[in-house]
């Protein structure tokens, strides 16, 4: 809940919302949440736990090929977390000005945030030729000096970070009952006394009485609400494997995943109306053409409806505390997995040291966000991170992780033309779904999308072998549907069965017949169609050079993930010797190797020492029922 509960619910939420304004909002919002982020969640907290890995072992143990994956999950919080301790290091230069009577941004706020704070230079406009079809002049960035406070800050900031991690997850577990706790309880205060002030249900009524039907048609609710879901969920960016893998053995994962994802959503939803009060009393209201950034509401609205408080000062202090405590949170769990990924691959290393490399690394990537460009970097590379990185590493997660599972087991039964006719019509129906719904209409994107996997399944199941092996009641009618059932749901439904004989064993929650479905045939296809979109939006920016470098450094994540596909043997670094050949086991369908698996790698753990407050004996105990 520490990653869950950040920034992103008391200011990134809210301004989703306001832009998006109405009830509507709420429709793929929820969608997200019960049809992707909580079957994904579901997924990373049981192969840490199962696996007792980070991302990159556990996902080694699904398959040799797919490590890639696990370290693409890493690459998106490597590329986020030095920005987001910079946007920290801005709330503290706001907390420290919190103490000046009277506040200095009082009857200046855009002035004081962009001018005292951010303090950067204006860029010159870059210039498009009049058919927009041609880049006349790229924007230029004159401003290149360093911001003497915001680099403190952050100084500042990395510090409390490595504090927080250097010792391992009992120390790390401490710290997160501070900061939960207390921002929980400053911001029911802080909500208490935005919904008090005047006119405060103007604001309440623009979100929750409102219906503007048409926004649906939009390919930018969607979008923003997926990115919205993954950002404050922290699904997508590796720390809960890392931490569930040191969790105990037995403990009950699905349970787990059900309750952060839904205190998150119940979390953000009641900390907006914090902000929906102060919409109401400053009269804010959405405009045409007008959108109101999360950065907006958390240094410039929120910040000046403080200055109309009685007790200004008060308020202000507690405001920027809670974010800077509710930030610092997600900042260091963010580490905490590249913490994981390094200890995992040499156990014997000292974690003091391990995290005070790390640290220093990360300090040094933000200092770029510490100069006089910083903000409209920051702006360009968290833009794409989550528009193209984020999304495709949760579609990779979702689609690798049922398809390539115990592929031996598939082609055996069915054979291997049958199994690449199949997934070529899974992956080339997406694929040319979402390219002509951009290119021509959704429609026909839609109907090619299904018509050539439609195409490819029949004709799969015509040169298809006849399965030997038992098939689930309900697939036993013909010869056809069994052929069926072992090419589109025996990997998924497989790491189903032997993911619960470890994390759904006794009275623990299973994990659902439904859940490999759902994230192979309902949640890859709408992730796939939320990625399309980056591509039309990016072309419309392609002048400003800070975009350009966002946009690829996005595209970095489907680079590891590919060559760790193509070229596996490339990360082996990254798992212990004793551990790489988990994911080449060839035991027949139906067999369950997961429980022998583990018990070796139980006792080759148990026979290590480590600083890394150990995956050993004390995480391990027997089943009830076992």
Same mark, same amino acid.
């Given at each position: 809940?520490?990653?869950?509960?950040?920034?992103?619910?008391?200011?990134?939420?809210?301004?989703?919302?306001?832009?998006?304004?109405?009830?509507?909002?709420?429709?793929?919002?929820?969608?997200?949440?019960?049809?992707?982020?909580?079957?994904?969640?579901?997924?990373?907290?049981?192969?840490?736990?199962?696996?007792?890995?980070?991302?990159?072992?556990?996902?080694?143990?699904?398959?040799?090929?797919?490590?890639?994956?696990?370290?693409?999950?890493?690459?998106?919080?490597?590329?986020?977390?030095?920005?987001?301790?910079?946007?920290?290091?801005?709330?503290?230069?706001?907390?420290?000005?919190?103490?000046?009577?009277?506040?200095?941004?009082?009857?200046?706020?855009?002035?004081?945030?962009?001018?005292?704070?951010?303090?950067?230079?204006?860029?010159?406009?870059?210039?498009?030729?009049?058919?927009?079809?041609?880049?006349?002049?790229?924007?230029?960035?004159?401003?290149?000096?360093?911001?003497?406070?915001?680099?403190?800050?952050?100084?500042?900031?990395?510090?409390?970070?490595?504090?927080?991690?250097?010792?391992?997850?009992?120390?790390?577990?401490?710290?997160?009952?501070?900061?939960?706790?207390?921002?929980?309880?400053?911001?029911?205060?802080?909500?208490?006394?935005?919904?008090?002030?005047?006119?405060?249900?103007?604001?309440?009524?623009?979100?929750?009485?409102?219906?503007?039907?048409? %926004?649906?048609?939009?390919?930018?609710?969607?979008?923003?609400?997926?990115?919205?879901?993954?950002?404050?969920?922290?699904?997508?960016?590796?720390?809960?494997?890392?931490?569930?893998?040191?969790?105990?053995?037995?403990?009950?994962?699905?349970?787990?995943?059900?309750?952060?994802?839904?205190?998150?959503?119940?979390?953000?939803?009641?900390?907006?109306?914090?902000?929906?009060?102060?919409?109401?009393?400053?009269?804010?209201?959405?405009?045409?053409?007008?959108?109101?950034?999360?950065?907006?509401?958390?240094?410039?609205?929120?910040?000046?409806?403080?200055?109309?408080?009685?007790?200004?000062?008060?308020?202000?202090?507690?405001?920027?505390?809670?974010?800077?405590?509710?930030?610092?949170?997600?900042?260091?769990?963010?580490?905490?997995?590249?913490?994981?990924?390094?200890?995992?691959?040499?156990?014997?290393?000292?974690?003091?040291?391990?995290?005070?490399?790390?640290?220093?690394?990360?300090?040094?990537?933000?200092?770029?966000?510490?100069?006089?460009?910083?903000?409209?970097?920051?702006?360009?590379?968290?833009?794409?991170?989550?528009?193209?990185?984020?999304?495709?590493?949760?579609?990779?997660?979702?689609?690798?992780?049922?398809?390539?599972?115990?592929?031996?087991?598939?082609?055996?039964?069915?054979?291997?033309?049958?199994?690449?006719?199949?997934?070529?019509?899974?992956?080339?129906?997406?694929?040319?779904?979402?390219?002509?719904?951009?290119?021509?209409?959704?429609?026909?994107?839609?109907?090619?999308?299904?018509?050539?996997?439609?195409?490819?399944?029949?004709?799969?199941?015509?040169?298809?072998?006849?399965?030997?092996?038992?098939?689930?009641?309900?697939?036993? %009618?013909?010869?056809?549907? %069994?052929?069926?059932?072992?090419?589109?749901?025996?990997?998924?439904?497989?790491?189903?069965?032997?993911?619960?004989?470890?994390?759904?064993?006794?009275?623990?929650?299973?994990?659902?017949?439904?859940?490999?479905?759902?994230?192979?045939?309902?949640?890859?296809?709408?992730?796939?169609?939320?990625?399309?979109?980056?591509?039309?939006?990016?072309?419309?920016?392609?002048?400003?050079?800070?975009?350009?470098?966002?946009?690829?450094?996005?595209?970095?994540?489907?680079?590891?993930?590919?060559?760790?596909?193509?070229?596996?043997?490339?990360?082996?670094?990254?798992?212990?010797?004793?551990?790489?050949?988990?994911?080449?086991?060839?035991?027949?369908?139906?067999?369950?190797?997961?429980?022998?698996?583990?018990?070796?790698?139980?006792?080759?753990?148990?026979?290590?020492?480590?600083?890394?407050?150990?995956?050993?004996?004390?995480?391990?105990?027997?089943?009830?029922?076992?």
């Amino acid at each position: 809940m520490g990653g869950c509960a950040g920034m992103g619910n008391l200011l990134r939420y809210p301004s989703q919302v306001f832009n998006n304004n109405g009830l509507q909002w709420f429709i793929p919002y929820l969608m997200c949440v019960f049809l992707i982020a909580i079957p994904v969640l579901i997924l990373e907290i049981a192969i840490g736990q199962a696996y007792r890995g980070g991302c990159v072992v556990a996902n080694n143990s699904i398959h040799h090929r797919l490590k890639g994956v696990g370290l693409s999950l890493l690459y998106v919080g490597f590329v986020v977390s030095p920005y987001f301790v910079a946007n920290l290091a801005w709330i503290m230069i706001y907390f420290r000005s919190s103490f000046q009577s009277p506040l200095p941004w009082e009857g200046r706020g855009e002035d004081f945030f962009y001018k005292d704070v951010v303090a950067n230079v204006e860029p010159v406009p870059g210039i498009l030729s009049p058919d927009g079809k041609e880049v006349i002049k790229y924007t230029s960035y004159p401003g290149v000096g360093m911001i003497g406070e915001t680099v403190g800050w952050t100084v500042f900031t990395w510090f409390l970070v490595w504090v927080s991690i250097f010792r391992g997850v009992g120390l790390t577990g401490r710290v997160v009952y501070f900061t939960m706790g207390l921002p929980i309880v400053i911001t029911i205060v802080l909500v208490g006394r935005s919904l008090s002030l005047e006119n405060a249900s103007q604001g309440v009524k623009l979100f929750w009485a409102t219906w503007n039907g048409d %926004k649906l048609g939009s390919g930018e609710i969607w979008q923003t609400a997926c990115g919205q879901v993954f950002f404050s969920t922290g699904v997508g960016f590796g720390y809960f494997t890392s931490y569930a893998s040191y969790n105990q053995k037995y403990s009950n994962a699905v349970m787990d995943s059900i309750l952060i994802v839904s205190s998150n959503v119940l979390f953000e939803n009641i900390a907006a109306f914090a902000v929906y009060g102060v919409v109401g009393f400053l009269g804010l209201f959405p405009q045409e053409g007008v959108r109101l950034g999360s950065f907006t509401v958390g240094f410039i609205t929120l910040p000046s409806a403080v200055t109309q408080m009685p007790g200004a000062n008060f308020w202000a202090v507690l405001l920027f505390f809670t974010l800077m405590v509710l930030g610092y949170s997600s900042a260091f769990a963010m580490v905490d997995a590249l913490v994981t990924l390094v200890m995992d691959a040499q156990p014997r290393w000292n974690r003091s040291v391990v995290v005070t490399v790390i640290v220093i690394v990360f300090f040094l990537l933000s200092l770029p966000y510490c100069t006089e460009f910083g903000y409209y970097l920051l702006t360009g590379i968290d833009r794409w991170t989550n528009d193209v990185a984020l999304v495709f590493v949760v579609w990779a997660e979702c689609v690798t992780s049922t398809t390539v599972y115990r592929w031996r087991d598939v082609v055996g039964q069915v054979g291997l033309p049958a199994f690449v006719g199949f997934n070529s019509g899974f992956f080339g129906g997406m694929i040319l779904g979402v390219v002509i719904a951009q290119a021509v209409s959704p429609a026909s994107g839609a109907g090619v999308g299904f018509g050539f996997f439609t195409v490819c399944t029949i004709a799969s199941v015509i040169i298809s072998k006849s399965p030997e092996e038992r098939t689930p009641k309900f697939w036993r %009618k013909n010869v056809f549907t %069994k052929r069926l059932w072992y090419l589109g749901f025996y990997s998924g439904n497989q790491l189903r069965r032997d993911l619960n004989e470890i994390i759904g064993c006794g009275k623990n929650w299973g994990i659902p017949f439904f859940w490999a479905p759902l994230i192979r045939y309902v949640s890859a296809p709408i992730l796939a169609i939320v990625y399309s979109f980056s591509y039309p939006s990016f072309y419309q920016l392609r002048e400003d050079p800070l975009h350009i470098l966002g946009f690829g450094v996005g595209h970095v994540a489907l680079l590891i993930i590919g060559c760790g596909f193509v070229l596996p043997r490339w990360l082996d670094v990254l798992v212990p010797p004793t551990r790489r050949g988990e994911g080449k086991l060839d035991i027949g369908a139906n067999a369950s190797p997961l429980n022998s698996q583990l018990d070796r790698t139980d006792s080759s753990e148990a026979a290590e020492t480590s600083s890394n407050g150990k995956r050993g004996t004390e995480h391990v105990r027997t089943a009830p029922d076992e």
